[in-house]
């Protein structure tokens, strides 16, 4: 019998914590994500003071990807970074599963109609509103950007448009030829939007029957903000209280 010199020993030990190792996590099963569908859910967030609405596909903002929704209407209407205390959960839409693609498309078109809200207007946007003595009046650069950045009521009526292509249609032609390019256009597809305050859908004039409506029921009336840069010092003008 042959004697094993202590690096064989320190050797063969070490094959053998590999060997366990490598068994015991082929044998775990890998953790399942509670994470939903990408897309299923639009979370629609509002600036408390602003009224500015940006809509994420997750419920936590990012900062980048949040400011770039956010248009540049004069001085101090873009903030350096997001503040929790200021953005608050305005809504949240809910597609079926496996209809996540419905729910990008849709995604899509919300932001396309904002910005077409953000860059088209009339001239109320110009002119104060005139009496019948009175002559037109300007308004100021401020106030135009102030009122360009208020898009809650637009984003209501836009939610209620655009969901509302989705109601069940006859006629799969004619769905091609009148459609806005929204995927499951004309299918009937069941929608949940739940609000923060149901008052709020009330800024659109109808909703069609494939849409339910609900409370949501969060934890929290401020939102989570994910940081990916470091924020820059804010103004003293935008540092105001609630």
């Not at 010199?5 to 053998?16: I, L, M, P």
């Not at 032609?173 to 923060?196: D, F, P």
Request: aromatic share 6%; proline share 4%.
């Amino acid at each position: 019998m042959s004697a094993r010199t202590t690096t064989e020993v320190v050797r063969q030990a070490t094959k053998s914590v590999r060997k366990a190792r490598g068994a015991s996590r082929t044998a775990l099963p890998k953790p399942q994500s509670n994470r939903p569908e990408h897309g299923r859910q639009i979370f629609v967030y509002n600036h408390l003071q602003k009224n500015h609405v940006v809509y994420s596909l997750t419920r936590a903002l990012n900062n980048n990807a949040s400011l770039a929704q956010l248009p540049f209407n004069g001085k101090k209407t873009v903030p350096a970074a997001l503040r929790k205390d200021l953005w608050h959960p305005f809504a949240q839409i809910s597609f079926p599963p496996g209809h996540g693609e419905i729910g990008l498309s849709v995604f899509q078109k919300l932001r396309e109609y904002r910005r077409r809200h953000e860059l088209e207007w009339g001239d109320e946007i110009r002119f104060h509103e005139k009496k019948p003595d009175e002559k037109l009046k300007f308004r100021s650069i401020k106030l135009r950007g102030r009122q360009i950045c208020d898009q809650k009521a637009n984003s209501v009526a836009d939610i209620a448009a655009v969901l509302g292509r989705l109601e069940l249609q006859e006629g799969a032609e004619e769905v091609k030829k009148g459609g806005i390019g929204l995927k499951g256009e004309g299918t009937g597809e069941k929608v949940e939007v739940l609000w923060n305050d149901l008052n709020d859908a009330e800024f659109a004039e109808t909703w069609s029957e494939n849409i339910e409506h609900g409370v949501w029921r969060h934890h929290k009336h401020t939102v989570d903000v994910d940081m990916d840069i470091v924020p820059v010092a804010e103004d003293e003008g935008e540092r105001q209280s609630i």
